[in-house]
Protein backbone atom coordinates (compact mmCIF):
# COMPACT_ATOMS: atom_id res chain seq x y z
CA UNK A 1 0.00 0.00 0.00
CA UNK A 2 1.30 3.41 -0.45
CA UNK A 3 0.49 6.57 1.99
CA UNK A 4 1.28 9.95 2.38
CA UNK A 5 3.12 11.30 5.06
CA UNK A 6 3.95 14.53 6.65
CA UNK A 7 6.56 13.38 9.29
CA UNK A 8 7.39 17.03 10.95
CA UNK A 9 5.06 19.38 12.56
CA UNK A 10 4.59 21.02 15.91
CA UNK A 11 1.75 21.02 18.17
CA UNK A 12 0.19 24.05 20.47
CA UNK A 13 2.80 24.12 22.75
CA UNK A 14 5.92 24.60 20.87
CA UNK A 15 6.94 28.21 20.58
CA UNK A 16 4.86 30.84 18.04
CA UNK A 17 2.81 28.14 16.96
CA UNK A 18 -0.56 28.51 16.61
CA UNK A 19 -3.21 27.35 19.44
CA UNK A 20 -5.16 25.34 16.81
CA UNK A 21 -2.55 22.91 16.45
CA UNK A 22 -4.43 20.26 18.06
CA UNK A 23 -4.76 16.90 17.67
CA UNK A 24 -8.81 17.15 15.93
CA UNK A 25 -7.49 19.95 13.93
CA UNK A 26 -4.31 18.62 12.78
CA UNK A 27 -6.54 15.12 12.00
CA UNK A 28 -9.52 16.88 10.42
CA UNK A 29 -6.77 19.07 8.23
CA UNK A 30 -4.41 16.24 7.29
CA UNK A 31 -7.58 14.32 5.80
CA UNK A 32 -8.27 17.23 3.61
CA UNK A 33 -4.92 17.82 2.29
CA UNK A 34 -4.82 14.12 1.60
CA UNK A 35 -2.64 13.08 4.21
CA UNK A 36 -3.12 9.40 5.85
CA UNK A 37 0.44 9.68 8.43
CA UNK A 38 1.05 12.89 10.34
CA UNK A 39 3.47 13.80 13.09
CA UNK A 40 2.35 14.19 16.86
CA UNK A 41 5.31 16.96 16.60
CA UNK A 42 6.69 17.86 20.56
CA UNK A 43 6.11 14.34 21.97
CA UNK A 44 8.47 15.37 24.80
CA UNK A 45 5.78 17.89 26.36
CA UNK A 46 4.25 16.46 28.81
CA UNK A 47 0.91 18.23 28.44
CA UNK A 48 0.83 17.19 24.26
CA UNK A 49 1.89 13.37 25.42
CA UNK A 50 -0.96 13.24 27.83
CA UNK A 51 -3.19 14.32 24.52
CA UNK A 52 -1.11 11.95 22.65
CA UNK A 53 -1.80 9.00 24.80
CA UNK A 54 -5.92 9.56 24.45
CA UNK A 55 -5.70 8.83 21.22
CA UNK A 56 -6.21 4.33 19.95
CA UNK A 57 -2.82 2.90 19.87
CA UNK A 58 -2.23 0.69 16.85
CA UNK A 59 0.87 -0.42 16.16
CA UNK A 60 2.96 2.16 17.17
CA UNK A 61 0.99 4.74 15.70
CA UNK A 62 -2.17 6.89 17.57
CA UNK A 63 -5.56 6.87 15.10
CA UNK A 64 -7.95 9.64 15.51
CA UNK A 65 -11.14 9.30 13.00
CA UNK A 66 -9.11 8.32 9.65
CA UNK A 67 -5.70 9.95 10.50
CA UNK A 68 -2.88 7.92 11.92
CA UNK A 69 0.04 9.89 14.09
CA UNK A 70 3.47 8.86 14.92
CA UNK A 71 5.46 10.14 17.67
CA UNK A 72 8.44 12.82 17.05
CA UNK A 73 9.89 15.75 18.68
CA UNK A 74 12.48 18.46 17.01
CA UNK A 75 15.73 18.82 19.50
CA UNK A 76 18.22 21.82 19.67
CA UNK A 77 21.63 20.63 20.63
CA UNK A 78 24.32 23.17 22.03
CA UNK A 79 25.47 24.35 18.42
CA UNK A 80 21.89 25.55 17.69
CA UNK A 81 21.52 22.30 15.46
CA UNK A 82 17.92 20.95 15.14
CA UNK A 83 17.40 17.39 15.18
CA UNK A 84 14.18 15.22 14.13
CA UNK A 85 13.28 11.99 16.10
CA UNK A 86 10.53 9.95 15.23
CA UNK A 87 9.97 7.38 18.11
CA UNK A 88 8.26 3.90 18.27
CA UNK A 89 5.84 4.01 21.78
CA UNK A 90 4.93 6.63 24.78
CA UNK A 91 7.07 4.81 27.11
CA UNK A 92 10.28 5.57 24.60
CA UNK A 93 9.07 9.18 24.68
CA UNK A 94 8.98 9.70 28.46
CA UNK A 95 12.15 7.78 28.45
CA UNK A 96 13.73 10.43 26.45
CA UNK A 97 12.44 12.77 28.50
CA UNK A 98 14.08 11.41 31.30
CA UNK A 99 17.39 10.96 29.69
CA UNK A 100 17.13 15.05 28.44
CA UNK A 101 15.66 16.38 31.70
CA UNK A 102 18.93 17.08 33.15
CA UNK A 103 20.12 18.37 29.92
CA UNK A 104 17.92 21.11 29.27
CA UNK A 105 15.76 24.34 30.78
CA UNK A 106 12.77 24.60 28.84
CA UNK A 107 11.48 21.42 27.99
CA UNK A 108 8.21 21.62 30.21
CA UNK A 109 7.83 25.22 28.38
CA UNK A 110 8.56 24.22 24.81
CA UNK A 111 7.36 21.06 22.72
CA UNK A 112 10.70 22.02 20.49
CA UNK A 113 13.12 21.72 23.55
CA UNK A 114 16.69 22.89 24.05
CA UNK A 115 19.55 20.50 25.07
CA UNK A 116 22.87 20.98 26.12
CA UNK A 117 24.03 17.61 23.81
CA UNK A 118 25.81 17.29 21.36
CA UNK A 119 24.80 15.88 17.90
CA UNK A 120 26.66 12.80 18.88
CA UNK A 121 24.87 12.47 21.94
CA UNK A 122 21.72 12.46 20.46
CA UNK A 123 22.12 10.27 17.97
CA UNK A 124 23.76 8.02 20.59
CA UNK A 125 20.48 8.07 22.87
CA UNK A 126 18.19 7.91 19.63
CA UNK A 127 19.81 4.66 19.10
CA UNK A 128 19.99 3.32 22.60
CA UNK A 129 15.89 4.09 23.16
CA UNK A 130 15.63 3.05 19.52
CA UNK A 131 14.55 5.85 17.66
CA UNK A 132 15.06 7.16 14.27
CA UNK A 133 16.58 10.64 14.22
CA UNK A 134 18.72 13.04 11.49
CA UNK A 135 19.15 16.61 10.75
CA UNK A 136 15.95 18.92 10.27
CA UNK A 137 16.20 20.76 7.24
CA UNK A 138 19.44 20.54 6.81
CA UNK A 139 20.53 23.22 4.80
CA UNK A 140 18.45 26.60 6.17
CA UNK A 141 21.08 29.12 7.36
CA UNK A 142 20.05 29.36 11.07
CA UNK A 143 19.50 26.06 12.75
CA UNK A 144 20.70 23.51 10.53
CA UNK A 145 23.27 20.75 10.15
CA UNK A 146 25.16 22.15 7.09
CA UNK A 147 24.91 25.65 8.75
CA UNK A 148 27.34 24.94 11.55
CA UNK A 149 28.69 21.73 10.01
CA UNK A 150 30.46 20.86 6.80
CA UNK A 151 29.18 16.97 6.68
CA UNK A 152 27.53 14.48 8.29
CA UNK A 153 30.72 13.04 9.93
CA UNK A 154 31.42 16.65 11.91
CA UNK A 155 28.16 16.42 13.65
CA UNK A 156 27.19 13.30 14.28
CA UNK A 157 30.73 11.43 14.37
CA UNK A 158 30.95 8.15 14.94
CA UNK A 159 27.11 7.99 14.92
CA UNK A 160 27.09 8.51 11.12
CA UNK A 161 26.06 5.13 10.70
CA UNK A 162 22.63 5.58 12.21
CA UNK A 163 21.58 8.45 10.63
CA UNK A 164 19.23 6.71 8.13
CA UNK A 165 17.71 10.18 6.61
CA UNK A 166 17.91 13.77 6.19
CA UNK A 167 15.16 16.36 5.61
CA UNK A 168 15.29 18.49 2.96
CA UNK A 169 13.79 21.92 3.73
CA UNK A 170 11.67 24.00 2.41
CA UNK A 171 14.51 25.92 0.48
CA UNK A 172 16.37 22.72 -0.98
CA UNK A 173 14.35 19.77 -2.86
CA UNK A 174 16.08 16.19 -4.31
CA UNK A 175 18.32 18.67 -6.90
CA UNK A 176 20.00 20.01 -4.41
CA UNK A 177 21.00 17.61 -1.83
CA UNK A 178 22.17 14.84 -4.92
CA UNK A 179 24.76 17.26 -5.62
CA UNK A 180 26.49 16.35 -2.64
CA UNK A 181 28.52 13.36 -2.85
CA UNK A 182 28.33 11.91 1.04
CA UNK A 183 24.67 12.12 1.08
CA UNK A 184 23.99 9.33 -1.51
CA UNK A 185 22.86 6.27 1.09
CA UNK A 186 20.24 9.03 2.87
CA UNK A 187 16.72 8.86 2.53
CA UNK A 188 15.30 12.63 1.66
CA UNK A 189 12.24 13.64 3.70
CA UNK A 190 10.09 15.89 2.67
CA UNK A 191 8.39 17.54 5.50
CA UNK A 192 5.87 20.79 6.08
CA UNK A 193 7.28 21.65 9.62
CA UNK A 194 3.95 23.36 10.31
CA UNK A 195 3.48 25.63 12.87
CA UNK A 196 -0.11 26.46 11.93
CA UNK A 197 -2.88 24.27 9.89
CA UNK A 198 -3.74 26.82 7.96
CA UNK A 199 -4.48 26.13 3.78
CA UNK A 200 -0.63 26.60 2.77
CA UNK A 201 1.52 25.16 5.72
CA UNK A 202 -0.07 22.08 6.72
CA UNK A 203 1.27 19.32 4.56
CA UNK A 204 2.78 22.13 2.11
CA UNK A 205 5.30 19.29 2.14
CA UNK A 206 5.38 15.42 2.28
CA UNK A 207 6.38 11.87 1.78
CA UNK A 208 4.78 9.32 -0.35
CA UNK A 209 5.55 5.72 1.09
CA UNK A 210 5.25 1.95 -0.01
CA UNK A 211 4.81 -0.01 3.26
CA UNK A 212 2.49 -3.11 3.92
CA UNK A 213 0.30 -2.03 6.42
CA UNK A 214 -0.17 1.53 8.97
CA UNK A 215 2.60 1.01 11.74
CA UNK A 216 5.77 2.13 13.30
CA UNK A 217 7.77 -1.24 12.28
CA UNK A 218 6.66 -0.31 8.62
CA UNK A 219 7.02 3.63 8.21
CA UNK A 220 11.12 2.82 10.25
CA UNK A 221 11.39 -0.16 6.97
CA UNK A 222 9.98 2.56 4.61
CA UNK A 223 12.70 4.88 5.91
CA UNK A 224 15.77 2.47 5.92
CA UNK A 225 14.68 1.05 2.64
CA UNK A 226 13.96 -2.69 3.84
CA UNK A 227 12.44 -5.58 2.49
CA UNK A 228 10.80 -3.64 -0.30
CA UNK A 229 9.63 -0.47 2.09
CA UNK A 230 10.39 2.18 0.40
CA UNK A 231 10.00 5.96 -0.40
CA UNK A 232 8.58 6.34 -3.58
CA UNK A 233 7.70 9.99 -4.08
CA UNK A 234 8.88 13.72 -1.84
CA UNK A 235 6.38 16.32 -3.05
CA UNK A 236 6.96 19.73 -2.12
CA UNK A 237 7.52 23.99 -2.89
CA UNK A 238 10.02 24.68 -6.09
CA UNK A 239 13.28 25.45 -3.54
CA UNK A 240 12.71 28.99 -4.84
CA UNK A 241 10.01 29.21 -2.81
CA UNK A 242 11.88 28.90 0.28
CA UNK A 243 12.29 31.73 2.79
CA UNK A 244 16.14 31.34 2.53
CA UNK A 245 16.38 30.15 -1.04
CA UNK A 246 18.90 32.94 -1.81
CA UNK A 247 21.66 34.82 0.10
CA UNK A 248 19.63 38.29 1.27
CA UNK A 249 19.48 40.82 4.00
CA UNK A 250 17.52 40.00 6.86
CA UNK A 251 16.38 43.54 7.44
CA UNK A 252 15.63 44.79 4.05
CA UNK A 253 15.39 41.57 1.68
CA UNK A 254 17.36 42.97 -0.76
CA UNK A 255 19.17 39.57 -2.85
CA UNK A 256 23.23 39.21 -3.05
CA UNK A 257 25.27 36.80 -5.05
CA UNK A 258 27.55 35.01 -2.91
CA UNK A 259 30.56 36.63 -4.75
CA UNK A 260 28.89 40.26 -3.93
CA UNK A 261 27.67 39.28 -0.15
CA UNK A 262 31.57 38.42 0.19
CA UNK A 263 32.85 41.43 -1.23
CA UNK A 264 30.38 43.32 0.89
CA UNK A 265 31.52 41.59 4.20
CA UNK A 266 28.18 40.01 4.46
CA UNK A 267 26.99 43.32 4.94
CA UNK A 268 23.89 44.95 3.29
CA UNK A 269 24.77 48.12 1.60
CA UNK A 270 21.27 49.36 1.64
CA UNK A 271 20.69 49.66 5.19
CA UNK A 272 23.57 47.82 6.71
CA UNK A 273 21.60 44.92 7.86
CA UNK A 274 23.13 41.68 8.10
CA UNK A 275 23.44 39.45 4.91
CA UNK A 276 22.39 35.80 5.23
CA UNK A 277 24.10 32.95 3.49
CA UNK A 278 21.40 31.66 1.21
CA UNK A 279 20.58 27.24 0.70
CA UNK A 280 21.57 27.60 -2.80
CA UNK A 281 24.92 29.07 -2.00
CA UNK A 282 25.66 27.07 0.71
CA UNK A 283 24.76 24.09 -1.63
CA UNK A 284 27.49 25.44 -4.16
CA UNK A 285 30.04 25.15 -1.46
CA UNK A 286 29.39 21.83 -0.24
CA UNK A 287 29.16 20.30 -3.98
CA UNK A 288 30.70 17.47 -5.21
CA UNK A 289 29.07 17.50 -8.47
CA UNK A 290 28.64 20.24 -10.39
CA UNK A 291 24.84 18.73 -11.26
CA UNK A 292 22.87 15.92 -9.26
CA UNK A 293 23.91 12.49 -9.17
CA UNK A 294 20.90 10.84 -8.34
CA UNK A 295 21.51 7.40 -7.03
CA UNK A 296 19.16 4.14 -8.25
CA UNK A 297 17.16 4.20 -4.84
CA UNK A 298 16.42 8.06 -4.83
CA UNK A 299 12.61 8.64 -5.78
CA UNK A 300 11.18 11.10 -7.65
CA UNK A 301 10.55 15.23 -6.49
CA UNK A 302 7.24 16.68 -7.58
CA UNK A 303 7.19 19.99 -7.18
CA UNK A 304 3.71 21.04 -5.72
CA UNK A 305 2.39 24.85 -4.47
CA UNK A 306 -0.45 25.03 -1.91
CA UNK A 307 -4.21 24.68 -4.00
CA UNK A 308 -4.58 27.83 -1.49
CA UNK A 309 -1.74 29.84 -3.00
CA UNK A 310 -3.26 29.09 -6.45
CA UNK A 311 -6.36 29.77 -6.18
CA UNK A 312 -5.34 33.64 -3.90
CA UNK A 313 -3.44 34.16 -7.56
CA UNK A 314 -6.03 33.30 -10.11
CA UNK A 315 -8.71 35.70 -7.81
CA UNK A 316 -6.30 38.23 -7.17
CA UNK A 317 -6.34 38.33 -3.28
CA UNK A 318 -3.45 39.20 -1.53
CA UNK A 319 -3.04 35.94 0.00
CA UNK A 320 -4.52 32.41 0.87
CA UNK A 321 -6.07 33.67 4.21
CA UNK A 322 -9.25 35.33 2.70
CA UNK A 323 -12.84 33.89 2.45
CA UNK A 324 -12.76 33.71 -1.02
CA UNK A 325 -10.34 31.58 -1.33
CA UNK A 326 -11.14 29.72 1.87
CA UNK A 327 -14.90 29.01 0.39
CA UNK A 328 -13.03 27.42 -3.18
CA UNK A 329 -10.88 25.36 -1.59
CA UNK A 330 -13.45 24.27 0.61
CA UNK A 331 -15.88 23.38 -1.81
CA UNK A 332 -13.25 21.64 -4.80
CA UNK A 333 -11.85 19.82 -2.07
CA UNK A 334 -15.29 18.52 -0.80
CA UNK A 335 -15.45 17.43 -4.45
CA UNK A 336 -12.45 15.45 -5.45
CA UNK A 337 -11.72 14.33 -1.73
CA UNK A 338 -8.09 16.22 -0.99
CA UNK A 339 -6.53 19.02 -1.95
CA UNK A 340 -3.69 17.18 -4.06
CA UNK A 341 -6.43 15.54 -5.98
CA UNK A 342 -7.96 18.59 -7.22
CA UNK A 343 -4.75 20.39 -7.83
CA UNK A 344 -3.18 17.44 -9.78
CA UNK A 345 -5.41 14.41 -10.57
CA UNK A 346 -8.97 15.94 -11.25
CA UNK A 347 -10.17 15.80 -14.48
CA UNK A 348 -9.98 19.84 -15.56
CA UNK A 349 -13.67 18.85 -17.23
CA UNK A 350 -14.90 18.50 -13.78
CA UNK A 351 -13.27 21.66 -11.95
CA UNK A 352 -16.17 23.71 -13.43
CA UNK A 353 -17.97 23.94 -9.98
CA UNK A 354 -15.58 26.86 -9.15
CA UNK A 355 -14.66 30.04 -11.02
CA UNK A 356 -13.52 29.94 -14.49
CA UNK A 357 -10.24 32.21 -13.24
CA UNK A 358 -9.46 29.07 -10.94
CA UNK A 359 -9.92 26.35 -13.10
CA UNK A 360 -7.56 28.49 -15.83
CA UNK A 361 -5.05 28.64 -12.84
CA UNK A 362 -4.71 24.99 -12.43
CA UNK A 363 -4.51 24.23 -16.15
CA UNK A 364 -1.69 26.80 -16.38
CA UNK A 365 -0.12 24.76 -13.26
CA UNK A 366 -0.41 21.61 -14.81
CA UNK A 367 1.40 22.92 -17.72
CA UNK A 368 4.15 24.48 -15.60
CA UNK A 369 3.66 27.68 -16.72
CA UNK A 370 4.89 29.29 -13.40
CA UNK A 371 6.87 31.84 -12.81
CA UNK A 372 9.10 31.78 -8.96
CA UNK A 373 10.33 34.89 -7.86
CA UNK A 374 12.87 33.33 -4.95
CA UNK A 375 12.85 33.98 -1.24
CA UNK A 376 15.55 35.16 1.02
CA UNK A 377 16.89 36.50 4.34
CA UNK A 378 13.90 35.01 5.68
CA UNK A 379 11.12 36.18 3.21
CA UNK A 380 9.08 33.42 1.33
CA UNK A 381 9.45 33.32 -2.40
CA UNK A 382 6.27 33.88 -4.32
CA UNK A 383 4.78 32.18 -7.59
CA UNK A 384 3.36 33.73 -10.64
CA UNK A 385 1.62 32.36 -13.12
CA UNK A 386 3.39 33.23 -16.90
CA UNK A 387 -0.03 34.21 -18.29
CA UNK A 388 -0.18 36.30 -16.16
CA UNK A 389 2.75 38.12 -17.08
CA UNK A 390 2.97 41.18 -19.35
CA UNK A 391 5.83 41.29 -20.84
CA UNK A 392 6.50 37.87 -20.30
CA UNK A 393 9.01 37.47 -17.49
CA UNK A 394 12.53 36.53 -18.23
CA UNK A 395 12.80 34.25 -14.91
CA UNK A 396 12.96 30.58 -15.56
CA UNK A 397 10.06 28.52 -15.45
CA UNK A 398 9.48 24.74 -15.01
CA UNK A 399 10.14 22.74 -18.75
CA UNK A 400 7.76 19.77 -18.17
CA UNK A 401 4.43 19.82 -17.45
CA UNK A 402 3.62 19.17 -13.74
CA UNK A 403 3.33 15.24 -13.60
CA UNK A 404 -0.23 13.56 -11.98
CA UNK A 405 0.48 11.58 -8.67
CA UNK A 406 -1.14 8.80 -10.54
CA UNK A 407 2.10 8.82 -12.51
CA UNK A 408 4.44 7.95 -9.64
Known amino acids: MQINADLHIHSKYSMATSEK ?7 HESRKKGIQLVA ?8 WLSNIKELIEEKGLFKLDQTYFVLTVEIEDRNQVHHLLILPETSKAEELYERMKNHSRNLDIDGRPKVDLSGVEIAETAREIGA ?7 FTPWTAMYAYHNSLKECYGERMDYIYFLELGLSADTSYADRISELRCQTYLSNSDAHSPSLNKLAREFNRFEVKDMSFEELRKAI ?3 DGRKPILNVGLFPEEGKYNESACIRCFKHYTLKESILNSWTCINC ?3 IKKGVRDRVNELATYDKPVYPAHRPPYLHLPPLAEIIA ?25 SEVSALVDADIRELGIVDQRIVKAIESFRRGEVVVHPGGGGR ?22 QRSLIDF
Open 313 to 337: MALGHSGPSTKGVEAAWEKLVSTFG
Open 272 to 274: DGR
Open 40 to 47: TGDCLHPK
Open 21 to 27: MDLPTIA
Open 132 to 138: LVGPSHA
Open 380 to 401: YGSLELLSSLDPPAKIQTPKNR
Open 224 to 226: IRE
